[in-house]
T-cell receptor, first 114, second 113 residues
Framework: KAGVTQTPRYLIKTRGQQVTLSCSPISGHRSVSWYQQTPGQGLQFLFEYFSETQRNKGNFPGRFSGRQFSNSRSEMNVSTLELGDSALYLC?????????????FGPGTRLTVL | AQSVTQPDIHITVSEGASLELRCNYSYGATPYLFWYVQSPGQGLQLLLKYFSGDTLVQGIKGFEAEFKRSQSSFNLRKPSVHWSDAAEYFCAVGTNTGNQFYFGTGTSLTVIP
């Protein structure tokens, strides 16, 4: 079974631009969560999508948004990029969600904002 | 509020030595506890998890962890470290209120020959 796929793996953008990251879950997984990982901060939860609906949301500004498609693939978008948005963005997928449902992580997208 | 603390930012051990990585959590109810490992350029891989029952949990790659409710801890251990264990380790807690997980800031492990 193929793992979680994230594209692109690396991105370089400049301040003020916007960016879209993609996550393709393991087949049969309907829950997709997004995290921002920065040194010293660990993983910060952005949001979770299930059946094309945002089910949970972390404490990030509205510049961070996402969506999920009918095939469970998910995208996250960051508008008006700031230097502080430089990070590794990870997605994690689950069959249906819930603490007892193991999260499987993708390799991440490394975003650098100049 | 839920939180996870990993007091050790960086640990260095000799190959063959034992290892213990500390994790403390804050959560009012019985937590769901996890340890993940992240190698450079990789995503996170689940090492082990605790939901209920036996407080000593066995995981992959020879790791184990012990849940101690009285200390709000879930420390990760390995009796003999291998050079390939060098990586970043994350402790996480999951709750019953929504599908949200809280991660510690990680412990970076260096293994010296």
């Amino acid at each position: 079974k193929a793992g979680v796929t994230q594209t692109p793996r690396y991105l370089i953008k400049t301040r003020g631009q916007q960016v879209t990251l993609s996550c393709s879950p393991i087949s049969g997984h309907r829950s997709v969560s997004w995290y921002q990982q920065t040194p010293g901060q660990g993983l910060q939860f952005l949001f979770e999508y299930f059946s094309e609906t945002q089910r949970n949301k972390g404490n990030f500004p509205g510049r961070f948004s996402g969506r999920q498609f009918s095939n469970s693939r998910s995208e996250m978008n960051v508008s008006t990029l700031e230097l502080g948005d430089s990070a590794l963005y990870l997605c994690a997928t689950q069959i249906a969600g819930g603490p007892g449902d193991t999260q499987y992580f993708g390799p991440g997208t490394r975003l650098t904002v100049l | 509020a839920q939180s996870v603390t990993q007091p050790d930012i960086h640990i260095t051990v000799s190959e063959g030595a034992s290892l213990e990585l500390r994790c403390n959590y804050s959560y009012g109810a019985t937590p769901y506890l996890f340890w993940y490992v992240q190698s450079p350029g990789q995503g996170l891989q689940l090492l082990l998890k605790y939901f209920s029952g036996d407080t000593l949990v066995q995981g992959i790659k020879g790791f184990e962890a012990e849940f101690k409710r009285s200390q709000s801890s879930f420390n990760l251990r390995k009796p003999s470290v291998h050079w390939s264990d060098a990586a970043e380790y994350f402790c996480a807690v999951g709750t019953n209120t929504g599908n949200q997980f809280y991660f510690g800031t990680g412990t970076s492990l260096t293994v010296i020959p």
